[in-house]
């Protein structure tokens, strides 16, 4: 009896092991959020889980995605707004997409810090309207106001292929 309870233990586990990682095609992993660039939505100190690889993407979803810059390459946390063939624009920090309010947070703690030299755009907080072209994404911060830090207000659009993985829930919150 115990030999068939341990046999039907172990089987349930690969199981569910197989269908958590589609087959062993997707697999989470653990990343720590190391600055307030993505905040309310993940703050600065907390784990989040990112299945790698992202797999089907929606509007709003949070993703990783490669950033090389110089000699270094990152894993960056931005906010899909736009899949291709959307039309996007930033009104006051609001996004809308395709004629539609998006509801996602947001935040703007400093809003003199409109403009960068940096930027692609004239104003950080109104701007648009963009289409998103075919293979790419419109991904942005949460944090309206971070000077220079890649999203597509200062990369432009990114490529699909640069979407490395999709966040799903976070691990542990750090109270401030």
Same mark, same amino acid.
């Given at each position: 009896? /115990?030999?068939?309870?341990?046999?039907?233990?172990?089987?349930?586990? !690969?199981?569910?092991? !197989?269908?958590?990682?589609?087959?062993?095609?997707?697999?989470?992993?653990?990343?720590?959020?190391?600055?307030?660039?993505?905040?309310?939505?993940?703050?600065?100190?907390?784990?989040?889980?990112?299945?790698?690889?992202?797999?089907?993407?929606?509007?709003?979803?949070?993703?990783?995605?490669?950033?090389?810059?110089?000699?270094?390459?990152?894993?960056?946390?931005?906010? $899909? !707004?736009?899949?291709?063939?959307?039309?996007?624009?930033?009104?006051?920090? !609001?996004?809308? $997409?395709?004629? /539609?309010?998006?509801?996602?947070?947001?935040?703007?703690?400093?809003?003199?810090?409109?403009?960068?030299?940096?930027?692609?755009?004239?104003?950080?907080?109104?701007?648009?309207?963009?289409? $998103?072209?075919?293979?790419?994404?419109?991904?942005?911060?949460?944090?309206?106001?971070m000077l220079g830090?890649?999203?597509?207000?200062?990369?432009?659009?990114?490529? /699909?292929?640069?979407?490395?993985?999709k966040t799903t829930?976070?691990?542990?919150?750090?109270?401030?």
């Open positions: 009896m /115990k030999r068939i309870w341990l046999r039907a233990t172990l089987l349930g586990v !690969a199981f569910l092991l !197989a269908w958590v990682t589609r087959l062993g095609t997707r697999w989470p992993h653990i990343y720590y959020m190391t600055g307030p660039s993505m905040e309310p939505s993940v703050r600065e100190g907390e784990l989040f889980v990112v299945w790698m690889p992202a797999g089907e993407l929606e509007r709003g979803d949070l993703v990783i995605f490669e950033f090389t810059d110089a000699d270094s390459t990152f894993h960056v946390l931005r906010r $899909v !707004a736009g899949l291709p063939g959307d039309t996007v624009s930033m009104h006051a920090g !609001a996004v809308v $997409v395709n004629g /539609k309010l998006e509801r996602w947070p947001y935040r703007i703690e400093s809003p003199g810090a409109r403009r960068s030299e940096l930027a692609l755009t004239d104003d950080l907080y109104d701007w648009g309207p963009w289409v $998103v072209p075919p293979d790419s994404v419109l991904l942005l911060s949460d944090r309206r106001d830090w890649p999203d597509s207000r200062f990369l432009g659009f990114v490529p /699909k292929e640069l979407i490395v993985g829930r976070t691990l542990w919150r750090h109270l401030r």
